[in-house]
């Protein structure tokens, strides 16, 4: 298990591997800081906020310039990988790791119906469904962070 966490050797990994690092973080980071200002609002109001756009598009913004500044950073410290395709192995990672995130959002989905179903509130399930596209992205990385880290 100490393998997978190895951050030593960062440098020698596959860009895509790096890319699936910076992504797995910057959309926790971006999750972590939507999600701690819409409870934050929420305890104020005591009730969950509704959608606010402007929060979204903040966090659409963070993500998109989190990954644009980061894979510009991977691709300037080891250009020679940043071009490179998919080969077989990738391709099996990224279509298992596509595979594992997909329960991930069909059960947070399910959960979030199951929410509505209790409290009645639209507000309560878009927070909860968004939630589920996040996790289920994040977990997408991750289990191809480990497929990489690992023998597939």
């Known amino acids: 298990m100490s393998n997978i966490f190895n951050i030593h050797g960062f440098v020698a990994m596959a860009f895509h591997e790096k890319s699936a690092w910076l992504m797995a973080v910057s959309l926790l980071l971006a999750g972590g800081l ?88 639209g507000d309560l399930l878009f927070h909860t469904v968004f939630a589920s596209l996040m996790l289920s992205q994040i977990s997408e990385y991750l289990v191809q962070i480990v497929y990489f880290r690992t023998s597939v």
């Open 34 to 121: 939507y999600y701690w200002v819409v409870v934050t609002l929420s305890i104020e109001v005591n009730r969950p906020v509704p959608p606010l756009v402007p929060l979204v598009v903040a966090y659409t913004v963070l993500i998109t310039v989190l990954a644009v500044v980061g894979h510009i950073a991977i691709a300037v410290l080891a250009p020679r990988n940043s071009s490179s395709v998919l080969d077989e192995r990738e391709r099996l990672i990224a279509r298992r790791a596509s595979h594992a995130a997909s329960y991930v959002m069909g059960v947070g989905t399910l959960v979030s119906l199951g929410i509505y179903l209790f409290y009645q509130s």
